[in-house]
């Protein structure tokens, strides 16, 4: 068995984290080679090489892999699955977008966000939002998965494993990229940090979420929003935990006027320790909460801020 | 152009999931069930490129038992011209898998040719978040998923998509498969008028077999179970406690 694994690599920069630990969550199905793809993946691919467990990495560099865009990067992994039992990567918005065009290609279907391995057919996942876990077996000869990189440690670094330059695989040309809208941030990414802040409805404004990234800062945290903070313009999406955002399971979550809604805890209902600081004490969010402060956050996180 | 919109039928999104004791599933006998809330946004989008004048013809289709029904009628009071309801199901419990779905799907649009479809980007029952991909795959189309903005250009799209870093915008050959994120609309509520109109509104019925299909799944479900419960945590009086119990008994700071 053999597993080729999906690498995160963007603007030709490899996601290390997201990649790490999903080297973790497969490395006992079988020799894993990482694939980087991109304009550029030299770079990515030479780090790759360093994560343990990873016994080969293949470099595909070509324009049309620049962008992350699903039909190419499909048409590539396509090309190579015939030597893999086992085809993977993090479950980062760019693999949902690739792997289940890539399964369908192949006729089989697609695990996605993979909480737990039990054995090379059968893996655990959430569903219902994580009210429900469930094991599912795989008939299918390929198994095409995408990890929930929350619940894995990454793997470490130090091993050299040897890089090997592929060429394109040949796709249709139909979609073309135009331009990207990232806001660049000295901030911890949301899904590796170990602290993070979150704010909800109950912020108010774009405005006073200030208080909310001043906390941020002070701790070195990253920052988080519920559906509802996007919702109303306060936050942007790429903030957004959730059912349908982003999954974190940091050190120390602050929830600061979130409601706690079952699709925002399904996004943080794994952090090691829960914080919630909300005005109304029945607010769902406490019974999760380690430590629940009933306050007016406006009051509460400037002091909070302050005193740590 | 015409465009489908696949639209599911799933537990309402503010029920509380039971578990079944056994191990077998949730429980979702005499439980409410509505319109995947992504779907719902799917259909919107589609009857306003109809109300723009870019889109002729909303077709919405359903896969699954035979109550999807309801869910087709919401989707013709919201604004959609015709329904397909595909019986492949009998029992509330039995869920058909993405790729069954996009290989139905495939045969509704090789019948149907539209020039678009607009899907939900994930079930909230089984968080797959896959049909529109594989569907896009089998039919060798483009595929824009997770749009929060889509503008027809004549023979192209043009769609904002949420993405982990931030957002980014493709352009996309028609026809497409295109899948809705949260901030693409607000969807309509159907007003009462419009759910009886809907009544009126042709409403197809087909199984797997008319279209050739095998829907039998390719994974089988060994057991569901509750996940983990969080222990109750303890309340704090002041924000000097919090910070207290987070260095000294948390350790987190
Ligand atoms: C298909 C679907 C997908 C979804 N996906 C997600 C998702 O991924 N992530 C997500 O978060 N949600 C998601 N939601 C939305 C979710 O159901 C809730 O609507 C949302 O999480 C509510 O956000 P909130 O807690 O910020 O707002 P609210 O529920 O309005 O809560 C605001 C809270 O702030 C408190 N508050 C107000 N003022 C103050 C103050 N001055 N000081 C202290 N506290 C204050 C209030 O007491 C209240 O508890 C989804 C919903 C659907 C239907
Ligand atoms: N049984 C079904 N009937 C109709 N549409 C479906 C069905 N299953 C999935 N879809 C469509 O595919 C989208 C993504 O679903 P999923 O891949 O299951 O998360 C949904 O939002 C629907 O638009």
Redesign the pocket.
Known sequence: MAVLLLAEVTGGALQMDATAKSVTAVKDLGEVTLLCAGAEAAEAASQAATIDGVAKVLCAEDAQYGHRLAEPTAALIVSLAGDYSHIVAPATTDAKNILPRVAALLDVMVITDVSGVVDADTFERPVYAGNALQTVKSRDATKVLSIRTSTFDAAGTGSSAPVENIGPAEAPSLSEWVEDHVAASDRPDLTSASIVVSG???V?SEEDFKIIEALADKLGAAVGA????VDSGYAPNDW??????KVVAPDLYIA?????????L??MKDSKVIVA????EE?P?FQVADYGLV????EAIPELTEKV | MKVLVPVKRVID?NVKVRVKGDGSGVDLANVKMSMN??DEIAVEEAVRMKEAGTVDEVIAVSIGVKQSQETLRTALAMGADRAILIVAADDVHQDIEPLAVAKLLKAVVDAEQPGLVICGKQA?DNDMNATGQMLAALLGWSQATFASKIDVEGEQALVKREVDGGMQTIRVKLPAVISTD?RLNEPRYASLPNIMKAKKKPLDEKTPEDYGVDVSPRLEVVKTTEPPERQAGIRVGSVDELVDKLKNEAGVL
């Not at chain 1, 957004?240 to 955002?245: K, S, Y």
């Open positions: 909800g409805r109950g108010g519920s559906r509802a903070a957004q935990v959730g059912q349908t955002g600061c006027g979130i409601s706690g809604a079952i699709q925002h399904a996004g600081i909300n005005k109304d607010a969010i306050a007016d956050l406006f | 999104y809330p992504f909230i949260l």
